[in-house]
């Protein structure tokens, strides 16, 4: 090895650097192995071999050594996407979220993830339990609303397209065209899933609801979905993030999308 540098962000790794080498620049990362955050990079390891060249860097190696599990991935020069009315990025984040929708999932016999089953497991407390203190006025008068709402999602959500579900504008590398990282939280699923997360980043990036959803139907999955499976997801997510990301900007914008769903 060469060199070593850091990036400016990411948050699931305990080691985290792009690796300049005789062969050229690797893009690494890892984890103890007793870490939790370990099945996060199993999960990558599995899903890495089925994913286009053309979509995410490919996973090049990995390494088990010294009580570390370590990734190397091909270094793919770029920046992250800006998700901003006025982007230039939306195109090409389309793009990347279309060919997403046309990748095959690992088979069933390798890794199952339904989102459903996950989603279901997710709302579990947030169904039962009384709003969190710090939740916002509209979400406490409503909060029945919401449970009724969201309690119908999962099953909405059932499907054997492959789901990244956790799209955001860090998660895009951006240069001739967008390509699609960090993958430990892939799962299976209803097409429309990936779009209806980036409706709540549009709105958090300065869209308003209406036309964060103009543009989730550029997809066919999110286009032909039941309204019905896209106000219960938009509800069980305000209902999830409030409870554990309460005040923040993408928290606020799940909310805006559901008072436009539900006005």
């Given amino acids: 090895m060469l060199a070593a540098e850091s990036p400016d962000a990411g948050r699931s790794s305990e080691l ?3 690796l300049s080498t005789a062969r050229g620049r690797v893009f690494c990362k890892g984890v103890t192995v007793g870490s939790p955050l370990a099945w996060m990079h199993r999960n990558e390891i599995v899903v890495s071999p089925f994913l286009p060249e053309r979509l995410a860097p490919r996973l090049l190696w990995e390494v088990e050594v010294d009580g570390w599990l370590l990734l190397g991935f091909e270094h793919v020069p ?3 996407a800006a998700l901003s009315p006025d982007s230039d990025d939306l195109p090409l984040v389309v793009d990347a979220v279309d060919e997403i929708s046309r990748t095959s999932p690992p088979p069933s016999s390798t890794a199952r993830r339904p989102m459903a089953a996950q989603w279901a497991k997710a709302l579990e407390a947030e169904i039962v339990s009384a709003p969190p203190a710090d939740a ?3 979400s406490v008068v409503n909060a029945r609303l919401l449970v009724e709402w969201a309690s119908r999602a ?8 492959l ?3 956790d799209l955001h504008s860090l998660n ?14 892939w799962r299976t699923g209803a097409a429309w899933i990936d779009p209806a997360f980036l409706v709540i980043r549009l709105i958090a990036g300065g869209h308003d609801p209406g036309a964060a959803e103009k543009w989730a139907r550029n997809f066919d999955g999110f286009a032909t979905a039941p309204h019905d ?3 219960a997801f938009a509800a069980s997510v305000l209902r999830v993030w409030e409870r554990r990301f309460a005040g923040t900007p993408n928290t606020n914008a799940a909310r805006r999308w559901v008072q436009y769903r539900v006005a």
Avoid: K, N, Q, Y
């Fill in 136 to 138: 916002d006025p509209w």
């Fill in 229 to 231: 499976a896209i106000t």
């Fill in 16 to 18: 985290s650097a792009t």
């Fill in 172 to 185: 895009f590398l951006v240069s001739d065209r967008a390509r699609v990282i960090d993958w430990a939280w």
């Fill in 78 to 80: 770029g920046r992250h």
């Fill in 163 to 165: 789901i990244h579900s």
């Fill in 154 to 161: 999962p099953e909405h959500m059932g499907g054997d397209r």
